[in-house]
């Protein structure tokens, strides 16, 4: 799946996204969902974000995710792509990435990153129940 939508994205397409976005992120052990500071966002344990759906945070036109990251993967990815990744407001300073939907990231770029933010908020324990298991497209 290309995201390609340059800037602009109709609610059906932000719908089904962040349903595919929701089900891989549900996928992960211990996952939780609930609103916070107005956008879907993803738990583990019920304490530790990892993954949020922005839309249009504070007027800024993006659809996009923001997401927990290892250290040194934000300015890596910002670096390499300023047009598909950006340092979010309020969470960039903690390392975290955004992830535009709107531009042409591919659905492999969307679960590389979400699995990396998993890994990065997840106990020991946790970490090594998903390793070796396969991420499946929803």
């Given amino acids: 799946m290309n995201t390609d939508h340059a800037g ?6 932000k719908d089904e996204l962040s349903e595919r976005i929701r089900l891989l992120c549900m996928s992960y052990p211990a996952v939780s969902e609930r609103p916070s500071h107005g956008a879907p966002s993803f738990f583990i344990d019920g304490k530790r974000s990892f993954v949020q759906i922005r839309d249009n945070h504070h007027g800024d036109g993006r659809f996009a995710l923001w997401c927990a990251a290892p250290e040194g993967l934000q300015s890596l990815l910002v670096d390499s792509n300023p ?8 969470v960039g300073h903690l390392g975290w990435v955004g992830l535009r939907l709107d531009r042409s990231a591919s659905w492999e770029e969307i679960e590389f990153i979400v ?11 946790q970490q090594a129940l998903l390793s070796g298991r396969a991420v499946t497209q929803p």
Avoid: I, M, Q
Wanted: proline share 4%; charged share 30%; with cysteine.
């Fill in 8 to 13: 602009s994205c109709d609610s059906a397409y």
């Fill in 83 to 90: 047009e598909l990744f950006y340092v979010p407001a309020y």
């Fill in 115 to 125: 699995r990396d933010a998993y890994l990065a908020r997840a106990s020991k324990k």
